[in-house]
T-cell receptor, first 113, second 113 residues
């Protein structure tokens, strides 16, 4: 049972444009979400998080939006840069299971110069 | 650099063998988590230790075991290895046992031949 889903395996955008990565979840107990970025041959790098008491969190070029009623979150990158090309994972911790992170399958973002 | 170190970076071994993967958490972090990333399963939580004690188990096989030592480093032991155990193994750490970001190491790539 995939509790966190990223339905788009890949996304290609032009440099300078907006990248929107989407994530859906099924477990209504999730109340905190994280986005990680992963380059090949490296571990995931924490990017940005959002608590369920907010519907938006911004950090520089990265903004995460949370729609609790739709059980949907999205990561916006504006403007996109070639260095943003990586695999992006959304994740949610399950506090009743030792804070394990449940990850989505990832979206590969390619930013073209 | 997340501050989490993992050794070795690569490991090639034969079926039936036993290996040990090592992780040192960020300075000050008491929690260590182990995750497995395989091609068909994505990032899967294996086990969580907090200050030397096991806190939660995920999809960890009985052939796998882990421990966290008094100096807080952790080892993941994989025995009776099978071809299907070939994967990337990531260690992550966090300050506490609950709410908060996890910081990932660079991973150990295990290849079982």
């Amino acid at each position: 049972d995939q509790q966190v889903k990223q339905n788009s395996p890949s996304l290609s955008v032009q440099e300078g444009r907006i990248s929107i990565l989407n994530c859906d979840y099924t477990n209504s107990m999730f109340d905190y979400f994280l986005w990680y970025k992963k380059y090949p041959a490296e571990g995931p790098t924490f990017l940005i998080s959002i608590s369920s008491i907010k519907d938006k969190n911004e950090d520089g070029r990265f903004t995460v939006f949370l729609n609790k009623s739709a059980k949907h979150l999205s990561l916006h990158i504006v403007p996109s840069q070639p260095g943003d090309s990586a695999v992006y994972f959304c994740a949610a911790p399950a506090y009743n299971a030792g804070n394990m992170l449940t990850f989505g399958g990832g979206t590969r973002l390619m930013v073209k110069p | 650099d997340s501050g989490v170190t993992q050794t070795p970076k690569h490991l090639i071994t034969a079926t039936g063998q036993r290996v040990t993967l090592r992780c040192s958490p960020r300075s000050g972090d008491l929690s260590v988590y182990w995750y497995q990333q395989s091609l068909d399963q994505g990032l899967q939580f294996l086990i969580h230790y907090y200050n030397g004690e096991e806190r939660a188990k995920g999809n960890i096989l009985e052939r796998f075991s882990a421990q966290q030592f008094p100096d807080l480093h952790s080892e993941l032991n994989l025995s009776s290895l099978e071809l299907g155990d070939s994967a990337l193994y990531f260690c992550a750490s966090s300050v506490g046992a609950g709410f908060g970001e996890q910081y990932f190491g660079p991973g150990t790539r295990l290849t079982v031949t």
